[in-house]
């Protein structure tokens, strides 16, 4: 049971290059997430997945784009990078309805110049 | 709408005090909350949680907290501090149907030998 996978961990991007951030978990969990984490702003949320098929804007969505490709994986695209998305990057999966526990993956540390 | 807000971004203890990480919410209803730890490097771990049960919890490493609704308060302590403890600490609220977290900007606890 791997739990919640990120790939990459690091990831250095020119202004303007586009990205993939990919995220999967392997305990059949419906809801799941991406934040990104900055010093001293905490986590905030990017967008959401209530279930296969849905997307939900978060706090922070501009500039990201979702996929939820399945139960599973749930992917995160920069168009067009900014410096001001340079962050760590955090993926979490949620069980069932009223569990509430949010499980989380590594993390990507994302730098754009 | 929750919020959260955490006293003190960064906290110092001598290995053996008491660690004391403070949380005050903001809730319109009943709010589920939670103390999630950050080691460096790593992603974020649920250390306890209140879902409207027992005021008092327990979680994981030792450490408890209480929540006390008329000082819309959810503090973390623990009684003896070790130096294994160092992490950055985030207090997290979300309300029953949302699963949505939403969290604090964190606090980092340092441990002096």
């Known amino acids: 049971n791997a739990g919640v996978t990120q790939t990459p961990k690091f990831q250095v991007l020119k202004t303007g290059q586009s990205m993939t951030l990919q995220c999967a978990q392997d305990m059949n969990h419906n809801s799941m997430y991406w934040y990104r984490q900055d010093p001293g702003m905490g986590l905030r949320l990017i967008y959401y997945s209530a279930s296969e098929g849905t997307t939900d804007k978060g706090e922070v969505p501009n500039g990201y784009n979702v996929s939820r490709l399945n139960k599973r994986e749930f992917s995160l695209r920069l168009e067009s990078a900014a410096p001001s998305q340079t962050s760590v990057y955090f993926c979490?999966?949620?069980?069932?309805?009223?569990?509430?526990?949010?499980?989380f993956g590594p993390g990507t540390r994302l730098t754009v110049t | 709408a929750q919020s959260v807000t955490q006293l003190g971004s960064h906290v110092s203890v001598s290995e053996g005090a008491l660690v004391l990480l403070r949380c005050n919410y903001s809730s319109s209803v009943p709010p589920y909350l939670f103390w999630y730890v950050q080691y460096p490097n790593q992603g974020l771990q649920l250390l306890l949680k209140?879902?409207?049960?027992?005021?008092l919890v327990k979680g994981i490493n030792g450490f408890e907290a209480e929540f006390k609704k008329s000082e819309t308060s959810f503090h973390l302590t623990k009684p003896s501090a070790h130096m294994s403890d160092a992490a950055e600490y985030f207090c997290?609220?979300?309300?029953?149907?949302?699963?949505?977290?939403?969290f604090g900007q964190g606090t980092r606890l340092t441990i002096n030998p």
């Open positions: 209140y879902t409207s049960a027992a005021t």
């Open positions: 997290a609220v979300s309300v029953k149907g949302a699963q949505k977290l939403v």
């Open positions: 979490a999966s949620i069980g069932g309805w009223y569990s509430y526990e949010q499980y």
